[in-house]
């Protein structure tokens, strides 16, 4: 049972900013939003993390609403090397384990 | 800081025969996570580990699959017998205490192919 849902991918171009939106209706009180970031033959990466309203670090910002059942990932002038699959996650009330879904495939062009 | 290492990098064998990975996670790391991969999808927990307990075995396939974490640090895999549908990349993370909340390190994966 999926506990996200996420684009199955999509394209952009260099320097263009990028939003990656992803729903999570029966995400937890006490639960963070998690973003991987998984480039081919590696593992997932850490992105960037949030509870409420909006995050900002060096590689992305992530706005979430505040009913918390949906959090946007935005990548700002992206480059080719942004080109990756992109995993939201999220903690479920009741489960210990982080679930990924199939996550969103990022094709970034000249 | 290392990061999670992994090995093999690369594994290929028949059916039915066996294959083991190691895993040795972050110093300090008390939470162990072995994932499946298959082509094409998000990853699938296998079995997560706590110190060298088991805490979530619930998609781990026992008849076949086998993990160990000795000392509560090193990891191994085991698959015995292979099958077809076990072609997949195997990652190994690890995080300081296991809270949904925390932040996962993986290493690069060993990519297994049955034939």
């Known amino acids: 049972l999926a506990k996200t849902t996420q684009p199955i991918s999509m394209d952009s171009y260099e320097g263009q900013e990028v939003n990656i939106t992803c729903s999570h209706n029966?995400?937890?009180?006490?639960?963070?939003i998690t973003w991987y970031q998984q480039f081919p033959s590696q593992g997932p990466r850490f992105i960037i993390q949030?509870?409420?309203t909006k995050v900002t670090n060096e590689v992305a910002s992530l706005f979430i609403p505040a009913d918390r059942k949906s959090s946007t990932l935005s990548l700002p002038r992206v480059s080719l090397s942004d080109t990756a699959v992109y995993y939201c996650l999220v903690g479920v009330q009741g489960f210990q384990k982080l679930v990924f879904g199939t996550g969103t495939r990022l094709l970034v062009s000249p | 800081e290392a990061g999670v290492a992994q090995s093999p990098r690369y594994k290929i064998i028949e059916k039915r025969q066996s294959v083991a990975f190691w895993c040795n996670p972050i110093s300090g790391h008390a939470t162990l996570y072995w994932y499946q991969q298959i082509l094409g999808q998000g990853p699938k927990l296998l079995i997560q580990?706590?110190?060298?307990?088991?805490?979530?075995d619930s998609q781990l396939p026992k008849d076949r699959f086998s993990a160990e974490r000795l000392k509560g640090v090193d990891s191994t895999l085991k698959i015995q017998p292979a099958k077809l549908e076990d072609s997949a990349v195997y990652l190994c993370?690890?995080?300081?205490?296991?809270?949904?909340?925390?932040?996962?390190?993986f290493g690069s994966g060993t990519q297994l192919s049955v034939l």
């Open positions: 580990f706590q110190n060298n307990g088991v805490v979530d």
């Open positions: 029966n995400i937890a009180t006490n639960d963070y």
């Open positions: 993370a690890s995080s300081l205490v296991g809270g949904t909340n925390e932040k996962l390190f």
């Open positions: 949030g509870y409420k």
